[in-house]
């Protein structure tokens, strides 16, 4: 049975097989709530998914948060584990799972980025 999350089957489609750059957060925690229903309450939405991408496990690639321009909106990317340069969060094997592509996230914990996430996005998805 494939236990791979479907936030990842999503972004490895989109991003390479589509060859597109990523998908914004939004977008990926609307799809949960109208087609998988992994996460619990609204307000648990966000944070339910950034704790799930952290802490899961390690994939053949990583995801990378970024800053789009063209959306207005952070997104999530895949990039190769292999090129996952710092700043980045690991899980418990210490393998890279969230790759931050803004300097000021490199600062923060996961809680931060979970709250900065969650009053951006929380009321609007």
């Keep these: 049975m494939d236990t791979t999350p479907y936030w990842y089957k999503l972004l490895d489609v ?5 060859d597109n750059a ?3 957060i939004p977008f990926i925690v ?9 996460f619990h309450t609204d307000t648990e939405l966000v944070g339910a998914l950034l704790e799930a991408i ?3 496990g390690a994939f053949e690639q990583c ?5 789009c321009e063209t959306i207005q909106a952070y997104r999530f ?20 799972t969230l790759v931050c592509r803004i300097a000021e996230f490199g600062r923060q914990g996961l ?13 609007n998805i």
Excluded: C, K
């Excluded at 995801?63 to 800053?67: A, P, Q």
């Excluded at 809680?111 to 996005?121: K, R, V």
């Design 14 to 18: 989109w991003v390479n097989e589509l």
């Design 22 to 24: 990523g998908l914004s």
């Design 30 to 38: 609307g799809v949960d709530r109208q087609y998988a229903h992994d």
């Design 54 to 56: 952290f802490y899961g």
């Design 63 to 67: 995801l990378s948060l970024e800053y």
């Design 77 to 96: 990317g895949l990039v190769d584990r292999a090129d996952a340069l710092a700043p980045y969060f690991a899980n418990a094997n210490n393998e890279p």
């Design 111 to 123: 809680t931060d980025i979970i709250a900065l996430m969650t009053e951006l996005y929380g009321q």
